[in-house]
């Protein structure tokens, strides 16, 4: 297996693109990695994409964003794992060019949340749910979520005001975000006040759905040396599944698909978690952070709250994550987040985080989560 790194990247800016299509965000999104890369040209495009087909009506993206972009004759195909599909996107590429397969790829995500609005639009993300359990009988990922909270509130005696510092913390850091969709400051004490979507998810805790694309063009790391880039090295990179149903689960509070991504993540970049400068975790609910950072050995189980609490977390903190505002503040557009915690993992790594940038940082992690943890792609990145 040979070297991998990233050598260009591009994003548009997340929030509600009415006057964008897909295309058009992705080639804007690809435009400024091939900018970024100082190349034009790749052997490969995969895609990743959740609800191209619900929310857009449009499937076979491969083709569609590679002629779109210049591409067409390419290899060019989407990759989907729900909310995870960015990430299982960039190991798509990854493997494809440690392998050999192909010399050059580009990955680029992206989600056009605002062609479908209201009930339409919970109805085209239930998709990923288990249809035959879950979604037939009304149950949504707010909802799911809800239900795993509550059950971490009761077992561990905690009223909501516990997770708040994970939101306060995106919003700190999205202020900082040009690209960001909400740069608004999240006062102390206003999330256990808003409106509730189902509780005790609330609205200051759950991510925005967005529109958005990112991407990132790959090459093995010689040369790409050579050729006098600044590679930013994969030097992990791994998946994790576990059952589809959240009512399936041996135990409710464990992400056990993302435990086992992490691990094997780990091993390949033959790194213990202590080696980790900052994390960008799939915030897309409070209680997501919370169990992944125990997932992740970065807490004890049943103590990632307290994470939240003791100023451990914040860019200038122990470990900084959703250092740009993660999905909370950045916003979540879904088959595209993943790619865009990858794109902001080489900013900080390069040192060209602006206001964003974690001092000294030379090893991050990224985490895509699909569901309440029933696909989870972890990489590693390094400089």
């Known amino acids: ?15 509600e693109h009415w006057s964008s299509s897909l295309r058009t965000l992705a080639a804007d999104a690809l435009r400024s990695a091939f900018e970024d890369s100082h190349t034009d040209s790749v052997d490969a495009l995969y895609v990743g994409n959740a609800y191209g087909a619900t929310f857009s009506s449009q499937s076979q993206l491969g083709a569609l964003i590679a002629d779109y972009a210049g591409l067409s004759g390419v290899e060019a195909y989407t ?52 249809a035959d359990y ?12 809800a239900l795993v909270m509550r059950r971490y509130m009761t077992e561990h005696k905690l009223d909501l005001s516990a997770f708040e510092g994970f939101s306060i913390n995106a919003h700190a850091n999205g202020k900082r975000n040009p690209y960001a969709m ?14 509730m979507i189902s509780d005790p998810v609330s609205l200051f805790d759950g991510a925005p759905d967005a529109d958005g694309a990112a991407a990132v063009i790959l090459m093995p790391v010689e ?25 399936d689960r041996q135990d409710l509070l464990r992400l ?48 990632g709250w307290k994470t939240a609490n003791d100023q451990a977390i914040g860019l200038t903190g122990r470990l900084p994550i959703s250092t740009f505002g993660g999905l909370k503040s950045r916003g979540n557009p879904v088959g595209a987040t993943g790619i865009y915690q990858a794109v902001e993992a080489v ?17 991050g992690m990224i985490q895509s989560v699909a569901g309440i943890g029933s696909t989870s792609i972890v990489h590693i990145l390094s400089v």
């Open 1 to 15: 297996m040979r070297d991998v790194a990233i050598v260009g990247v591009g994003m548009t800016p997340v929030g």
């Open 79 to 130: 990759v989907e794992a729900g909310d995870a599909s960015g990430g299982a996107a960039l190991r798509a590429g990854y493997l494809a060019v440690a392998s050999g397969a192909v010399e050059r790829a580009a990955v680029v995500g992206v989600e056009k949340a605002t062609d479908s609005i209201g009930a339409d639009r919970v109805d085209a993300r239930s998709v990923s749910l288990d």
């Open 134 to 145: 879950e979604s037939v009988v009304g149950a949504t990922l707010p909802a799911l979520a």
């Open 182 to 195: 909400f740069r608004n400051t999240l006062k102390s004490g206003a999330f256990a006040k808003a409106a």
């Open 223 to 247: 040369p790409a040396r050579v050729q006098g880039l600044t590679p930013v090295r994969l030097v992990g990179s791994a998946a994790g599944t576990d059952t589809l149903a959240v009512q």
């Open 256 to 303: 056990r698909s993302l435990e086992s991504a992490v691990q094997k993540a780990l091993r390949q970049a033959g790194m213990s978690i202590d080696a980790i400068d900052f994390l960008e975790p799939h915030d897309a609910f409070t209680i997501l952070t919370t169990l992944s950072l125990e997932a992740s050995g970065f807490a004890s189980y049943g103590e």
């Open 347 to 363: 900013l900080q790594l390069r040192g060209d985080a602006g206001d964003n940038q974690v001092a000294n940082a030379r090893v």
